[in-house]
């Protein structure tokens, strides 16, 4: 399975992605990983926060529900909800497909850090290791 080396990860399987600043913020692309979707097998749907909720660290912002089971979605981090991955409501089996592509679940817009927003989370090797370990 792929884990790329350009985003962060959190031990709850979502990755994050900075896209850019707007504004003073930055804003974060989040998914969750090709790990996370394998384990879930066919995601058949996804339920997402809307656009302006505040999210939290390690507080749930969305489910996604395969054949198998459904599963919390965290927030990898602080901030605003800019986006959400609209197309996902039509076609929750992208997940599968493209995780790190089109499969993206939100955006968001985290302000007042001068630095990496998800320098805090963990690289693509001690990812990784925290999947092999399991």
Same mark, same amino acid.
């Given at each position: 399975?792929a884990?790329?080396?350009?985003r ?5 399987h979502?990755w994050?992605l ?9 804003v974060v ?12 097998g066919d995601?058949?749907?996804v339920?997402?926060p ?11 912002i969305?489910?996604v529900?395969s054949?198998?089971s @459904?599963s919390d979605?965290?927030?990898p981090?602080?901030g605003t @909800?800019s ?10 089996e992208t997940i599968n ?8 679940l @939100?955006e968001?817009r985290?302000?007042?850090d001068?630095?990496?927003p ?15 370990a399991s």
């Amino acid at each position: 399975m792929a884990t790329p080396n350009d985003r962060r990860y959190t031990d709850q399987h979502e990755w994050a992605l900075v896209q850019g600043t707007d504004d003073a913020a930055t804003v974060v692309r989040v998914g969750i990983t090709d790990h996370a979707q394998d384990a879930l097998g066919d995601i058949v749907f996804v339920q997402l926060p809307a656009v302006g909720d505040e999210v939290a660290p390690g507080t749930p912002i969305g489910e996604v529900e395969s054949t198998k089971s @459904v599963s919390d979605v965290y927030a990898p981090l602080a901030g605003t @909800v800019s986006a959400v991955n609209d197309a996902l409501a039509d076609a929750p089996e992208t997940i599968n497909a493209d995780p790190y592509g089109e499969g993206w679940l @939100v955006e968001i817009r985290v302000s007042g850090d001068d630095g990496d927003p998800t320098s805090g989370l963990l690289d693509a090797d001690a990812y990784q290791a925290l999947v092999d370990a399991s």
